[in-house]
């Protein structure tokens, strides 16, 4: 797969640059009996003193922020984690010292670095109820503030992990992929148990939106996801309705059943990147899971000649596409339906119906899809006697066809006097299950009214409000204008009415027909209150 297929090589990032500390951790200025007192307390709480013991031969000294980071930084090692955590809550609550950030967060390296996971993790839930800010930034300040002093601790990178994995578990979830990144700058990976994290708690917590975002950022940073990720993810295609819809899609490209559940999902991701053209990302992506063995060759191809029809690069698509068959792959049905849904995109009617009828020949079931776009280039290049006959052989197979590409046919039908035939197509559809839109309708609306054809107007406006489907302004118009011209002045003044009632404006030439025809039946009366309507309108 030359043509797409790079390999990257990772290049290590250069680290930010430490910002300095909220609070500074350089050596304070300390006099000298502070100093005294310091090191007569670390003595002290290498031999074990009590909390009582402490109180009473330290009640003098004055504790603030520089004291207590000092004296942190003494007990920074493994050895000497338990003392630190002991001093932590000792000058809290006997000494009533409101500790700051920083002292919260070299506090909590000390005990990440020396495995006690649970303290810290308590530590981390701790300072993040706490605010020490005015805005919502309680994580991002705990975060920095954590990166800042990771150096001088020389803590390890699991205190990120660990973090993160508490912030997911108290569901603080909306801000989280920006705290990945903000560690992905600095260099600090995280572990793929984190990433399980995050998804899992995003899936229980309604926010399903987050999640594909999450993943991607997972793929980009060249985390390999393991099995537990794929049972996440998988989840959230079901939760969101789309897992059958990828297994079908799946299925085209591969050219034949495929169960895996990772290339479901990684499909999945790339294949809607495309659609919301993030193209370029989407193709970075695949090209690391290629790397990794996370997708098959097959839909690789498949996605890679997506991205290009996107783009509006048919030429390029199609070398892919010949570059694919050389390489032994058969043609799909993916593909086949791509290539005619850019021919009829580009008014190329002939070539798509001649590539449909070569996929025909080749095995390969046209979808729904595929019909769509042959119904609505036919229908809109002129061809639309040919939309039909794909709407009936659609319709013959057991699918249904879009409401898009079904307004585009009878629109072109009742242009060209077909309103009938526009019309049984449509009863046949709804029977299987179709859905109209007030678009549907308000082509037959219209094609009746230019035909003349009043029975067949009052008829389907009949249907349409058993249905409670609504003209728009063009079918109140034609439905109006061809009642007046048949003497039909009453149901001429109920479309009227209700034309108005949905702040819908006549216009004059729908006063004109209803005045000419109130005049005509003697009914001056209202045909002077008519005039006054049309003037006041202006």
Not at 374 to 397: A, D, P
Not at 463 to 492: Q, W
Request: hydrophobic content about 40%.
């Amino acid at each position: 797969m030359a043509t797409f297929v790079g390999i990257f090589s990772r290049r290590k990032q250069t680290p930010i640059p430490f910002l300095p500390l909220i609070h500074t951790l350089t050596k304070p200025e300390i006099n000298g009996n502070t100093t005294c007192s310091i090191t007569s307390l670390i003595d002290s709480l290498h031999e074990r003193r009590s909390w009582k013991t402490l109180s009473e031969n330290f009640s003098s000294l004055k504790f603030t922020n520089q004291i207590v980071q000092n004296i942190l930084l003494q007990l920074k090692e493994p050895i000497n984690s338990r003392k630190a955590l002991n001093f932590f809550h000792w000058s809290r609550k006997e000494m009533n010292f409101e500790h700051g950030l920083s002292s919260y967060c070299l506090t909590i390296h000390i005990l990440v670095k020396a495995r006690l996971i649970k303290d810290a993790k308590a530590l981390i839930e701790s300072v993040l109820i706490k605010d020490f800010s005015d805005g919502d930034s309680r994580m991002f300040d705990v975060l920095e503030s954590l990166i800042d002093s990771y150096e001088i601790v020389e803590s390890v990178p699991f205190v990120f992990d660990l973090f993160i994995q508490t912030c997911a578990k108290l569901r603080m979830v909306d801000d989280i992929l920006d705290a990945c990144k903000l560690l992905s700058r600095h260099d600090f990976p995280l572990s793929v148990i984190s990433y399980n994290t995050i998804l899992h708690v995003m899936i229980k917590s309604e926010k399903s939106c987050l999640v594909w975002s999450v993943y991607e950022h997972m793929i980009s940073e060249r985390m390999c996801p393991n099995e537990m990720t794929t049972r996440i993810m998988v989840s959230a295609l079901c939760k969101e309705g789309k897992l059958e819809r990828f297994l079908r899609i799946v299925d085209r490209m591969h050219g034949k059943r495929c169960s895996i559940p990772r290339v479901i999902v990684n499909t999945c991701l790339v294949y809607e990147m495309i659609e919301e053209d993030k193209i370029e990302e989407g193709l970075v992506l695949l090209k690391r899971m290629l790397q990794k063995a996370m997708i098959l060759d097959t839909i690789s191809y498949s996605l890679v000649i997506f991205a290009k029809a996107k783009m509006g690069n048919l030429d390029n698509a199609k070398e892919i596409y010949e570059e694919m068959l050389k390489r032994g792959f058969e043609e799909n049905a993916f593909v086949c339906s791509l290539f005619i849904g850019a021919y009829c995109e580009e008014g190329r009617i002939d070539e798509a119906v001649g590539l449909f009828e070569e996929m025909e020949s080749l095995g390969l079931k046209p979808f729904d899809e595929t019909f769509n776009h042959l119904i609505k280039g036919c229908s809109s290049y002129g061809r639309f006697e040919n939309g039909v006959v794909f709407c009936k052989q659609m319709m013959s197979m057991g699918l249904v066809p879009s409401c898009s590409s079904v307004n585009e046919m009878f629109g072109k039908l009742c242009e060209n006097a077909k309103t009938k035939e526009a019309d049984e197509i449509l009863t046949i559809l709804l029977d299987k299950g179709f859905v109209a839109d007030e678009n549907t309708y308000c082509h037959l609306v219209c094609g009746y009214g230019k035909e003349d054809d009043v029975e067949g107007l009052a008829k389907l406006l009949f249907e349409m409000e058993y249905r409670s489907i609504s003209p728009n302004v063009l079918g109140f118009t034609s439905a109006v204008v061809s009642f007046c011209n048949h003497g039909r002045l009453k149901e001429a003044e109920k479309y009227l009415g209700l034309m108005k009632s949905q702040s819908f404006i006549p216009s004059s030439n729908v006063y004109e027909r209803l005045i000419a025809g109130h005049l005509q039946n003697g009914n001056e009366t209202r045909a002077r209150q008519l005039h006054g309507e049309m003037v006041g309108i202006g």
